[in-house]
């Protein structure tokens, strides 16, 4: 999709011996995530209302705001499963923010308390947006890039829950192929390394092997193990 559409440019920040960009530079490379997060989140607010009531979604994006988890999570409430089961699906899915918050946490800043507050903005495409591609990040860029995709993904999320009825089924919509394309788009704008694209390739097959045997969140798991392969490159 156009939407999705980032050039190195956009992705990659200056290198190391620059100085940061800003917040607005941030904001200005966030834009192009903005539909495709209101798509999302259009559609996980009709996934979810049935579920937990149109506020409680709305409450559940800006609370925890982090669509692959959410899905996740009111999927498996949606057909009878519990909420600890719910909630450990989401906690698993989530667990691919460790290694991504390794990477990024030199460049953080301020106390424990700052430094986690300002970890909170990390969404997969703010972490790839503020990739300096030397192993160093622009907590700038990607805190200033996170604005309008949460932006997106609230009011996204508000549409679905109260105009659900309106919208329809969203995979109807195509709605359903958004996500994965997401996540391919900014896939492919990360394979310009070895390093990189073996850490890929050896994710993607982890993954594979694991979703027919493994319960939800474990192939992703599993998977986050790959990325230590760019840890030995370096």
Do not use: C, K
Not at 76 to 101: C, D, E, K, W, Y
Not at 147 to 155: E, N
């Amino acid at each position: 999709m156009s939407t999705l559409e980032v050039s190195d440019d956009e992705l990659v920040a200056p290198p190391r011996d620059d100085p940061p960009l800003s917040y607005g530079a941030g904001i200005r490379a966030g834009l192009p995530f903005v539909l495709p997060a209101l798509a999302i989140g259009m559609s996980f607010g009709v996934l979810a209302e049935p579920v937990m009531g149109a506020w409680a979604a709305i409450a559940m994006s800006i609370l925890v705001f982090a669509g692959a988890a959410q899905f996740a999570s009111v999927s498996i409430l949606a057909v009878g499963g519990s909420l600890a089961s719910a909630v450990s699906a989401g906690l698993l899915i989530n667990t691919r923010f460790l290694p991504m918050g390794l990477a990024v946490a030199p460049a953080l800043e301020g106390g424990p308390l700052r430094r986690a507050a300002e970890a909170q903005t990390m969404v997969d495409a703010s972490w790839a947006i503020a990739n300096r591609g030397d192993g160093t990040f622009d907590r700038r860029l990607m805190m200033g890039a996170t604005i309008p995709q949460a932006a997106g993904w609230w009011i996204g999320t508000a549409i679905g829950a109260f105009g659900g009825a309106l919208l329809g089924d969203p995979e109807a919509l195509g709605l359903d192929a958004i996500f994965p394309a997401f996540y391919l788009a900014l896939l492919a704008e990360e394979m310009h390394d070895r390093s990189m694209f073996a850490s890929a390739f050896l994710g993607g097959a982890i993954a594979l092997v694991l979703i027919p045997f493994t319960p939800p969140g474990i192939p992703v798991v599993a998977a986050a193990f790959a990325a230590l392969l760019g840890v030995r490159s370096r």
